[in-house]
């Protein structure tokens, strides 16, 4: 799964490396060096986002050019089962103009966690949450999700919203080349054991390739939440959103 944090206070968000596939109840197809990131860093806004990796490359194709229709935010598969994403919209340093789950009912299991001064996704939410509110440390906060909570690891990502720094890729990576990637260079973990096999090791490959080739494997990074955050209201909300990114950019 994953871990995002969006710090307020230091205008920076970060997040985990983690991509992965659920192969069954208690395996999980996952790799950590992949290098198709969960944010988008542009000159003048930020996105960061979870969920189906389909989607979210269509979101960072978007990105390069906001005039043209937003992608879909929720995709059906072949047993039209729903795989949503979610999506956080920040125009730089600090103003966040859209965040799926920052407004449903704080009794709902969702993937985000806001407070006045941070806002904490995926299934390392509470993890990071609880580090934040002792350290106020975005980096350290996913940093200790990746130690604490099985779904979320590799290196901790970042993007400094008010200035240029950030160590996110500026290698294009496509869906293609992350299946490609977890298929020569992932991790199968027993989440019951958290044990760890190379994907080379597993006596099952040739299924896993199988499942990725036919679109029933989609990489993703899961949000932590098993509720879809859309509905109209929301998507009509994030329309809203775009119309406002598209304003302020072309001033």
């Known amino acids: 799964m994953t871990t995002t944090v969006h710090d307020?206070?230091?205008?920076?968000?970060?997040?985990?490396?983690?991509?992965?596939?659920?192969?069954?109840?208690?395996?999980?197809?996952?790799?950590?060096?992949?290098?198709?990131?969960?944010?988008?860093?542009?000159e003048t806004f930020a996105l960061v986002m979870a969920g189906d990796a389909i989607l979210i490359s269509k979101w960072k194709a978007w990105?390069?050019?906001?005039?043209?229709?937003?992608?879909?935010?929720v995709r059906l598969d072949k047993n039209g089962t729903e795989n949503p994403i979610?999506?956080?919209?920040?125009?730089?340093?600090?103003?966040?103009?859209?965040?799926?789950?920052?407004?449903?009912?704080?009794?709902?299991?969702v993937a985000t966690v806001v407070t006045p001064h941070a806002r904490f996704s995926g299934?390392?939410?509470?993890?990071?949450?609880?580090?934040w509110e002792t350290n106020e440390c975005a980096y350290k906060a996913v940093g200790t999700a990746i130690?604490?909570?099985?779904?979320?690891?590799?290196?901790?990502?970042?993007?400094?919203?008010?200035?240029?720094k950030n160590n996110l890729s500026n290698e294009i990576t496509t869906v293609d080349e992350l299946n490609a990637l977890m298929l020569s260079e992932g991790y199968i973990m027993n989440i019951k054991t958290n044990e760890t096999t190379k994907i080379n090791?597993?006596?099952?490959?040739?299924?896993?390739?199988?499942?990725?080739?036919?679109?029933?494997?989609?990489?993703s990074a899961p949000t932590g939440s098993n509720e879809s955050p859309w509905?109209?209201?929301?998507k009509n909300a994030l329309d809203e959103a775009v119309k406002v990114l598209r304003t302020l950019t072309s001033k």
């Not at 966040?96 to 704080?106: A, K, Q, T, W």
């Open 63 to 73: 990105a390069n050019d906001i005039n043209q229709n937003r992608p879909d935010v």
């Open 123 to 131: 299934s390392g939410r509470e993890i990071a949450k609880d580090c």
């Open 147 to 164: 130690a604490n909570d099985i779904y979320t690891g590799g290196i901790v990502k970042y993007v400094e919203l008010a200035t240029p």
């Open 86 to 109: 979610s999506i956080c919209m920040i125009y730089k340093p600090s103003t966040v103009l859209f965040d799926v789950d920052v407004d449903v009912d704080v009794d709902v299991d």
């Open 201 to 219: 090791e597993y006596t099952n490959k040739i299924d896993i390739a199988k499942g990725i080739e036919n679109g029933e494997l989609v990489a």
């Open 8 to 42: 307020k206070n230091a205008e920076v968000i970060t997040s985990d490396s983690r991509w992965s596939c659920q192969l069954n109840t208690f395996e999980l197809l996952f790799i950590d060096t992949s290098k198709f990131e969960k944010m988008v860093e542009k």
């Open 231 to 234: 509905n109209e209201s929301k």
